[in-house]
């Protein structure tokens, strides 16, 4: 029992080591991370705001990434989320209406030998709430505002309300069905450590973006989600979680790309990835 006790400990030490060894995070990437709707013009911008409405009513790939600091770690985290999905546009009662689906998405830490994973029926479980857009012209281009419509994952009650922060709430829910109140995050540290996380989160996120000459979508995205650490694997990972978004727009950017309303699933649409979306960023080079 002693020695068990003694390996454990010093296994918790080599982890605490590993997450806090390094004195400062790796950097961020060149800001802007992308520059779109730069090609040759397609099409000229609507001259009105009921031709601009029909021109952006339709199917689009989703992209998008939002950087995140974490300072409740020793050393700050640094953190990409890059999520993967459908956008779709439609007119209703004069309105145009923004009904959102994501499907996958992609953590990209600033520690490389640091990983974390949310599942796919996670993201699947994150059902935004369909939003007025806001259309209006400047400077010769349409732009486009979703507003913050918050919505509740891993946990039941009202979204308007701020997050419950109590791990034994009656709302609790289980919507990737594994057995544990709330949605699951694996986290991984080289080859010597995995555990996990059970989060809720309250989603609140706006868009705001541009009708660019080659039919695409593209703008930045302001997230102001709030996340809550229901429970853990290991009671070194129970703790509290002070994730914010980084200010920069340039590290937080969303990319719509119109496509065949027949493309309407994951597999169909991480198929075409390549063809649709720039690299997802990196906070190093990969080796080849």
Sequence with gaps: MIRKSSCFCQG??????????????????ESPLYVFGQGDPVMSQPADMESAMKEIVGHYAHYDVVAYEDTTTRTTMRTFIISYGFTDFYIEEGRLLQSDRFIHAEQKLSRKNARSVFSDKAVQAIKPRVSEVELYQKDGKWHLYRPESPSLLGIEGDPLKPLSKDPNDL??????NDGHPGVTVQISVGKFFKGEIYITRREIFSNYMTLNNDGTLSGYVVDRSEQFVVGAS????????NSFQHPDKGLSQVLLVKVDPEIDTPEELMRIRDELFPA?????????
């Design 12 to 29: 918790l030490l080599f982890l605490l080591f590993i997450l806090n060894s390094c004195s400062q995070p790796l950097p961020w990437p």
């Design 234 to 241: 290991k009671k070194i990972l129970k703790q509290p979680s």
């Design 280 to 288: 997802e960023p990196e906070f190093y080079k990969k080796n080849n």
């Design 171 to 176: 709302n609790l829910t289980d919507p990737d």
